[in-house]
């Protein structure tokens, strides 16, 4: 059995513990209600916006563009995948370098390495998959999970079109954490390119019967570059508030571990006060009797 003094150092140690992650559960938890306002916002406009442009798109006007146009043969694959640039946020990270590295071998199978190129967003990804060999690891957007904006979006998915466009590469994949609620964060693959033309059913807008000026493919040439930069926008901004989420609960889950050791630590503490008290007791009895 640990002695009184050890087990007081483990008290004052569980202690400082519970400080700092009571304190990281408060950040987290603020930062997590910035985000998830940002995403709130944001969402419903996202969705409105590719409704639109699906029902453009897919209306009797029949306009097509190449960014929603299949190429061929998949030769070529961009996967932009997002995490965070800290730990302590609980099997968040470990989970999206699970889901990019399946996809990636998923393509694998099909063409070479060489061929699939990664966007790695986040210092914890880039590390996990800085590891792995079989693709090529662009960095240049490393840094860019902690503060997500709009520029960095717009330069990202510029690009991407751009190769789209140009030939360079047939399909773009988006591999991110996507926040449900405080609770739960959902590990979510999307296309990204060429532009998917499902819409929720029911939910689609209708454009029959509205005049569109000054014409649809007009509008699209303008509207589908705009919706592809708020589609990256609104990811990360979503990966951003699942990662505050996944924080948030895991230092409420550290911050309760540390409580529970704690009372086991006291009960422990206080039963070998008392044992120590009561062998002083008998020996100063047993000396008195001698």
């Given at each position: 059995m640990a002695s009184l003094k050890e087990i007081k150092g483990r008290i004052g140690s569980v202690e400082g513990?519970?400080?700092?992650?009571?304190?990281m559960k408060m950040v987290a938890s603020a930062k997590l209600?910035?985000?998830?306002?940002?995403?709130?916002?944001?969402?419903p406009y996202d969705r409105q916006l590719h409704k639109i442009m699906v029902s453009l798109l897919s209306g009797d006007a029949k306009v097509t563009t190449p960014l929603c146009q299949h190429h061929d043969k998949i030769k070529r694959v961009a996967i932009v995948a997002i995490a965070s640039n800290s730990s302590l946020c609980g099997g968040y990270n470990s989970n999206v370098v699970r889901h990019a590295t399946a996809v990636i071998n998923e393509y694998g199978k099909d063409i070479p390495g060489e061929a699939i190129?990664?966007?790695?967003?986040?210092?914890?990804?880039?590390q996990s998959l800085g590891k792995l060999k079989g693709?090529?690891?662009?960095?240049?957007?490393?840094?860019?999970g902690d503060n997500p904006t709009f520029a960095t979006a717009q330069a990202l998915a510029t690009r991407l079109m751009n190769d789209y466009i140009a030939g360079?590469?047939?399909?773009?994949?988006?591999?991110?954490?996507?926040?449900?609620?405080?609770?739960s964060q959902i590990a979510t693959r999307e296309v990204f390119l060429p532009v998917?033309?499902?819409?929720?059913?029911?939910?689609?807008?209708?454009?029959?019967?509205?005049?569109?000026?000054?014409?649809?493919?007009?509008?699209?040439?303008e509207l589908i570059p705009d919706a592809l930069c708020m589609k990256i926008f609104t990811v990360m901004l979503d990966a951003q508030a699942a990662e505050h989420a996944a924080r948030t609960v895991a230092m409420q889950t550290a911050t309760d571990n540390a409580n529970?050791?704690?009372?086991?630590?006291?009960?422990?503490?206080?039963k070998?006060?008392?044992?120590?008290?009561?062998?002083?007791?008998?020996?100063?009895?047993?000396?008195s009797m001698h």
């Open positions: 513990t519970l400080k700092i992650t009571s304190a209600h910035k985000a998830q306002g940002a995403i709130e916002s944001m969402l190129d990664c966007y790695v967003i986040g210092r914890k990804l880039d693709f090529n690891q662009i960095r240049d957007y490393v840094e860019k360079k590469i047939d399909r773009v994949e988006l591999v991110y954490m996507h926040f449900k609620n405080t609770a998917p033309l499902e819409t929720g059913g029911e939910d689609a807008v209708s454009t029959s019967g509205y005049i569109i000026e000054p014409t649809p493919s007009e509008v699209l040439n529970d050791l704690l009372d086991e630590l006291r009960i422990q503490y206080n070998g006060r008392q044992a120590a008290i009561t062998a002083e007791l008998l020996d100063i009895v047993g000396g």
